[in-house]
């Protein structure tokens, strides 16, 4: 898994060409989902197809991550997959829907966009999803916008493929999900932030952050994603502008914080 993603939200028409300029420029993760209502999945496809038609990257080269949406988070006049069908059809026509839009024949990371309204209803979506990574479709799995320890650590108990991916937001108002991730270290299981920097405007303003980019020639933005980095997460980024986009890869070869350092931001969350 790529150490930092190319997130599609909310790209509309841009998508296409905004995911071509993110692959070109070194991206080698893309996440999506079957949602129309805040991603162009059809268009993540299109962009799949350019790379490897004009620039002849292949798609074994890319790390492709999409969601199953359930009803509560789709527009009703956009849902992609059968409303009145049973819940475990809806997962497999979401997963077809998926494959067809991303012109491939399987997904590097499938991703269930938010726990169900119920515990049994989360385990039996997880079931199909199991299903899909048996038959080959798909080669792990996930769960995102889950910030309770306690419903996490349930599903990894029944899972029998376990959650490879937690992707939650990054902010204050979650504790920045101390316990998910201390969760997270101990059974292998990568955490993805996404809002990582809109989510922290305090900490990207604040003099300590402004110094140690200072010193390093850098941005504050790239410190904080280098922080994140150091202590285990894998960020999103929807930048669309060229140059940070060039920024935020070129985080991937900064130097480590200094432990001092990492301490300091640390502080800041807490």
Known sequence: MPRIIYGTAWKKER??????????????????????????????????????????????????????TSLDGQDPTRIPYDKNAPLTEQVRQSLAKSLSNLKTDYIDSLVMHSPMRTHGDTMLVWKIFEEFHSQGKVKQLGISNIYDPRSLARIHDEAQ???????????????????????????????????????????????????????????????????????????????????????DLAVLDMAPLAAEEIETILNMLN
């Open 161 to 247: 493929v376990k959650p490879a991916v937690v992707q939650n937001r990054f902010y204050a108002d979650s504790g920045y999900d101390k316990e998910i991730r201390d969760f997270c270290n101990k059974h292998n299981i990568v955490y993805q932030s996404f809002w990582t920097l809109t989510g922290n405007p305090h900490i990207l303003r604040s003099p300590q952050v402004k110094q140690m980019a200072a010193q390093r020639s850098a941005t504050p933005e790239q410190i904080f994603f280098r922080f994140v980095m150091d202590i285990g997460i894998a960020p999103l980024t929807g930048t669309t502008n060229d140059t940070h986009m060039k920024q």
């Open 15 to 68: 998508t296409t060409d905004l995911v071509v300029k993110a692959v070109l420029a070194g991206f080698r993760g893309i996440d999506t989902a079957c949602q129309p209502k805040h991603y162009q999945e059809d268009l993540v496809g299109n962009a799949l197809e350019i790379l490897k038609k004009q620039h002849g990257i292949e798609r074994k080269d890319l790390f492709i991550q999409t969601k199953f």
